[in-house]
């Protein structure tokens, strides 16, 4: 009895690496494509970009490629250095900033009025504007001139 269950074993033994050989071969990729494409993928994370590296690399053969195009199409052109990082981040943040500013935020006055201030710009804004007085200063005056003329007729 004993040398049937022997063979079991051996059996279920020479399953379990036929099947542990089957998911080494289907995991395997070259080590050096894996490192350079995570390098890569960290230079992009460094301009301050974040990419969906899942969606970007789905369907292409040369992932370093796609990559390095990516790169490229940022602002790193040849060998990607930490400068050049920083100039594509800053760019990138300007012109964030830039596109995020409200012109309706904008505060046109100086700031906040002082006592002084406060009863100077009162004074302005009880007065008639200087385009309003010349309007009204100018109908005043083409009336006197129609005046006078008729007057001496």
Same mark, same amino acid.
């Given at each position: ?12 033994? %020479?399953?379990?690496? #036929? ?7 289907? *995991?395997?990729?070259?080590?050096? %494509? ?11 994370? $460094? ?9 970007? /690399? ?8 796609? $990559?390095? +195009?990516? /790169?490229?199409?940022?602002?790193? &052109? ?8 920083? #100039?594509?981040?800053? +760019? ?8 995020? /500013? ?6 046109? *006055? ?15 804004? %009880? ?7 010349? *309007?009204? =200063? ?8 129609? =005046?006078? &003329?008729?007057?001496?007729?």
């Amino acid at each position: 009895m004993l040398p049937p269950k022997e063979n079991k074993t051996d059996k279920t033994n %020479d399953k379990k690496m #036929k099947k542990s050989v089957k998911k080494d071969e289907s *995991t395997r990729k070259p080590k050096s %494509d894996d490192k350079s494409v995570a390098r890569l993928e960290r230079y992009i994370a $460094l301009c301050g970009v974040r990419r969906n590296y899942k969606k970007l /690399l789905e369907d292409c053969r040369s992932q370093v490629a796609v $990559l390095k +195009k990516e /790169l490229e199409e940022l602002g790193v &052109h040849g060998q990607p250095t930490i400068q050049k990082w920083k #100039k594509v981040r800053m +760019k990138r943040e300007q012109a964030q900033e830039l596109s995020a /500013l409200d012109v309706n935020n904008i505060i046109t *006055t100086q700031g906040r009025p002082t006592r002084r201030g406060a009863s100077a710009s009162q004074k302005q804004q %009880d007065c008639p504007s200087s385009e309003y007085q010349r *309007t009204l =200063n100018s109908e005043s005056d083409s009336d006197q001139e129609n =005046n006078t &003329h008729r007057g001496r007729r």
